[in-house]
């Protein structure tokens, strides 16, 4: 075990990296290219004693994630809102590539952030094929918004939606393909399934988005899909408690299951009555209804177990 790692800040662009090692105190510019980011890790002094802290940036992380992991070297992806809430905390107010990458290494070390677990291959095959389903859904459901008001030239738009239909259809069977084909991943979604409101699209979602389901705390399970409460006070004030941030595609399947949830199950049921009793805003308890439910499943998924009724 290493007790001082060597922390090391990357700030990602689409053509390049900047990186700042802290020990050596060396700023360097690469490629972000797999061949660029493979010769930088082979010249690192301490692979196993280092850190590296980075901003997630969508597509323009997965080439340094997936060299990351393969090297075997722990990583940190950062909110880039919490990142530079830290900036500015510390007095950071200059911004270019090279200073957020000292920035992201000084914001490892001075938090004591702790690594990423590492995502096995099919799980980010599964991810994939989730994102792209949902980029179709949303483009079939504008489709059909035009169809309805009359758009339609030529046919092109039924044309269009017809296709749609057969690549979400084939997406889907992609999807459960590779779900029957991992032995872990099919026992996790036969788990969540076994639960109230949970159906082939929430359980695939958690399996694709939520890696770290079974693995942390209720209180960090509810704060990763955006669905923790937090605190608004000062003094004598008492503000109002709303969520915020988290994981906006993981909040809305939960939402979807937590309507189901009240609806098919007497537990959740008279856990919604008793919420809307307290605070009279049907939303607040649904989203309390979709908290509870999210905890139920980390719990199962820690355990192993199916649901209770």
Known sequence: MTIHPC?????IAKHHLDLFDEAS????????????IAA????????????????ATGPYDATLRQALEQ?????????????????????????TDAIDARMLAAMARSLALEPDAPVEPARNALAQLHKRRDQLVAIRAAERVRLSEGQDQGGSLARHLAWLDDEIDTLERLISDALCANEALARTQALLRSAPGVGHVTATTL????????????????????????????????GKR?????????????YMAALAAKRTCQRFKAF????????????????????????????MIKTNTAFQP
């Open 71 to 95: 090297a075997g070297l722990r990583f940190v992806r950062l909110n880039p809102a919490r990142a530079r809430d830290f900036a500015r905390a510390t007095g950071r107010l200059a911004k």
């Open 25 to 36: 105190g060396t700023s360097l510019r690469i490629a972000n290219t797999s061949p660029a």
């Open 272 to 299: 919604y009555d008793a919420i809307l009793e307290r605070s009279a805003a049907a939303k607040v308890a649904l989203i309390a209804v979709a908290r509870k439910l999210l905890t139920i499943l980390n719990a």
């Open 207 to 238: 399996i694709a988005l939520m890696p770290e389901l079974g693995h942390v705390s209720p209180k960090a399970i509810a704060a990763l899909a955006g669905l923790a409460p937090f605190n608004n006070d000062s003094g004598r004030h008492r």
């Open 40 to 55: 930088w890790l082979s010249g690192l002094a301490d692979p196993a004693g280092s850190l590296v802290a980075f901003e």
């Open 242 to 254: 709303s969520i915020r941030g988290g994981r906006s595609r993981v909040r809305s399947a939960l």
């Open 7 to 11: 922390f090391i800040g990357c700030d």
